[in-house]
């Protein structure tokens, strides 16, 4: 079992920044794909990126991309999203997730393991 808790969410203005973190514990000796996804309400859960277990490849999706990084520290077992030029369109819950087969993906049903949530909020 791995447990994850989000930090770092807030409230911003468009054009500001946010970094999130995502803190493991539990079972985290194995080797974990890990992700962050995003729900605004009344909207389905959406990939936002992925980083694989040893941090060297990583996977955006397009609203994202260069805007958002995603990276790791295995040595803390924290995993972070760093949000520049957030938009309006940024607002929404993010979660965290950890993937037990290791495997850079985008998609939720391959993720084995949630976190609660941090909410973003971006006005404009």
């Known amino acids: 079992q791995v447990q994850l808790v989000e930090s770092g969410g807030g409230l911003v203005q468009a054009g500001a920044s946010l970094r999130l973190s995502c803190a493991a514990s539990?079972?985290?000796?194995?080797?974990?794909?890990m992700g962050w996804f995003r729900q605004a309400t009344g909207k389905e859960r959406d990939f936002v990126a992925a980083?694989?277990?040893?941090?060297?490849?990583?996977l955006y999706a397009d609203s994202v991309k260069g805007r958002f990084t995603v990276s790791r520290d295995n040595a803390r077992n924290i995993i972070s999203l760093q949000m520049n030029s957030l938009k309006y369109e940024d607002t929404a819950v993010y979660y965290c997730a950890a993937d037990a087969d290791a495997v850079l993906t985008q998609f939720r049903e391959d993720y084995n393991y949630w976190g609660q949530g941090t909410q973003v909020t971006v006005s404009s």
């Open positions: 980083i694989s277990w040893n941090g060297k490849r990583t």
């Open positions: 539990g079972r985290t000796n194995s080797a974990y794909g």
